[in-house]
């Protein structure tokens, strides 16, 4: 684990306003200082980077968009919604959904859709790339739990980066709401279920979805593992793990 995030766990916080980009991470120390810089840094993608990739006909609604998605990180891809919220034809919404993704803004995480025994959601999640900025966008200044989420994620698939054979990183959700954060699929096939809680020990009432995508992938799943805030490890239930983020990630 890197120095800067040690430092901000010994202090009770998670580096989720900070955010990975170096000189709002390392160089300032105080919130009102990284707001200047990310809004130096959106000012200075909307009027130079974006245009170089493809014009944008409505720039104050494209800029609406970013902060509309910053809310919405960790929730369904809800295209009718966004465009109904933001006054925007749906097709304008799909194209600047992928420029986003294109000028690497945005993460749109799949959905595990093997189904055995349940109808499953398969709209991707939303997530940023960034979770300093995410805040900075939605001018949030307490992290939620689903900023707790987008940070592990962009750490798994910086992880997925360095693997010879990247495996998948998907999320599963059935229809009746039992959920999976993250599940990773090996290229041999094998799953592991990964939950993120942003609790400093978590308990087994928090492990309805675990439980019904283990079983219901019991031939495939090598296990669970549960990502806490907190400092310990420990067997929260059978062949599940709990252990601080921070130690894996």
Same mark, same amino acid.
């Given at each position: ?50 245009? =170089?990739?493809? /014009?944008?006909?409505?720039?104050? @609604?494209?800029?609406? *968009?970013?902060?509309? !998605? $910053?809310? &919405? ?66 001018? =949030?200044?307490? /992290?939620?739990?689903?900023?707790? @989420?987008?940070?592990? *994620?962009?750490?798994? !698939? $910086?992880? &997925?980066?360095t693997v010879p054979d990247p495996p998948e990183i998907m999320y599963w959700r059935t229809a009746a709401g039992r959920e999976v954060d993250f599940v990773i699929e090996a290229a041999s096939g094998a799953l592991v279920a990964v939950e993120v809680k942003a609790t400093l020990r978590p308990t087994t009432r928090m492990l309805a979805g675990m439980h019904a995508f283990l079983q219901e992938h019991h031939d495939r ?19 599940? *793990? ?8």
């Amino acid at each position: 684990m890197c120095g800067r995030r040690r430092r901000l766990l010994s202090r009770g916080r998670l580096p989720h306003a900070a955010g990975g980009y170096p000189v709002p991470a390392y160089e300032f120390q105080t919130d009102e200082a990284r707001q200047r810089w990310f809004r130096g840094y959106v000012r200075t993608y909307l009027q130079r980077d974006v245009p =170089e990739l493809a /014009p944008i006909e409505h720039g104050p @609604e494209f800029q609406r *968009l970013m902060r509309a !998605l $910053a809310l &919405r990180i960790g929730g369904l891809q809800n295209q009718s919604e966004v465009a109904r919220d933001l006054g925007l034809p749906q097709p304008t919404v799909y194209r600047y959904l992928n420029l986003l993704e294109t000028s690497y803004q945005l993460i749109r995480l799949p959905a595990y859709t093997v189904n055995r025994t349940s109808r499953l959601i398969k709209a991707p999640k939303v997530y940023w790339s960034d979770t300093g900025l995410a805040m900075a966008l939605s001018a =949030e200044r307490e /992290p939620r739990g689903e900023h707790f @989420e987008n940070l592990v *994620l962009t750490d798994l !698939l $910086a992880w &997925r980066e360095t693997v010879p054979d990247p495996p998948e990183i998907m999320y599963w959700r059935t229809a009746a709401g039992r959920e999976v954060d993250f599940v990773i699929e090996a290229a041999s096939g094998a799953l592991v279920a990964v939950e993120v809680k942003a609790t400093l020990r978590p308990t087994t009432r928090m492990l309805a979805g675990m439980h019904a995508f283990l079983q219901e992938h019991h031939d495939r799943v090598r296990g669970g593992l549960v990502l806490h805030g907190g400092e310990e490890t420990f067997w929260i239930a059978a062949n599940v *793990l709990a252990t601080p983020w921070w130690q894996v990630l």
